[in-house]
């Protein structure tokens, strides 16, 4: 399937899959390797992140740079060579552990809302899925939904969270409702993946980046 064809999956198709589906784990599974797609769009996100731009990565690597460059400056005399490089490690963990921390909390300010409606005609069902951003997962205990005997079976959480679904029935017509809150997922892996980029830079220079 050509990726143009994996971003247009309607939900008549999401149906279709869920009846060839043995279980609705395989229609999860199914679903999940052509939804790249379609992420739904939330209602609202609100949050403190920014973005990662040359000028962050440059305020990590220029402090260090700075402190590397003074301590380690052979006019320097304050103390012998080990005594400095300590030094500079210690600027260098101040200076990482001020990233990670700051970053860390950024990512997780934010958080974006979403909602599905589904609806039948009388006799009729379907299964509704809901899928949040990339990089991003559904929790679970802020799920608000239809409490009535519309709702037929779920919720049914996707692989990592990452989607919602339920399905939707009864002899009337009906009609359910899912409200749910997403948050970054893995956040101290994209700080890390963020934090490497600078240490790249330090590295490439001599500079020793280890951090603890």
């Not at 990512?107 to 009729?124: L, M």
């Not at 919602?164 to 899912?178: D, I, Q, V, Y």
Request: net charge neutral; charged share 30%.
């Amino acid at each position: 399937m050509k990726e143009e064809e994996k971003k247009n999956i309607t939900e008549k198709e999401q149906k279709e899959m869920l009846l060839r589906a043995k279980t609705f784990q395989e229609f999860i599974t199914s679903f999940q390797g052509n939804s790249n797609k379609l992420a739904d769009n939330p209602v609202s996100c609100n949050g403190l992140l920014s973005p990662f731009t040359d000028v962050r990565r440059g305020k990590i690597t220029s402090e260090i740079i700075i402190a590397k460059d003074f301590y380690l400056d052979p006019r320097n005399q304050e103390g012998t060579l080990e005594e400095r490089m300590a030094k500079v490690k210690i600027v260098i963990k101040r200076v990482f552990t001020e990233f990670v921390t700051q970053r860390t909390a950024e990512y997780k300010s934010v958080k974006c809302h979403y909602r599905g409606i589904d609806w039948n005609k009388p006799g009729g069902s379907s299964w509704k899925t809901i899928t949040c951003q990339p990089g991003f997962y559904f929790i679970e205990d802020s799920l608000v939904r239809t409490q009535n005997g519309d709702w037929k079976d779920g919720p049914v959480w996707g692989i990592n969270h990452s989607t919602l679904s339920w399905k939707t029935g009864g002899h009337r017509r009906s009609e359910t409702f899912a409200e749910v809150d997403a948050e970054y997922f893995q956040v101290d892996s994209k700080v890390m993946e963020e934090l490497n980029s600078a240490r790249k830079i330090l590295h490439d220079l001599g500079i020793p980046t280890e951090y603890p």
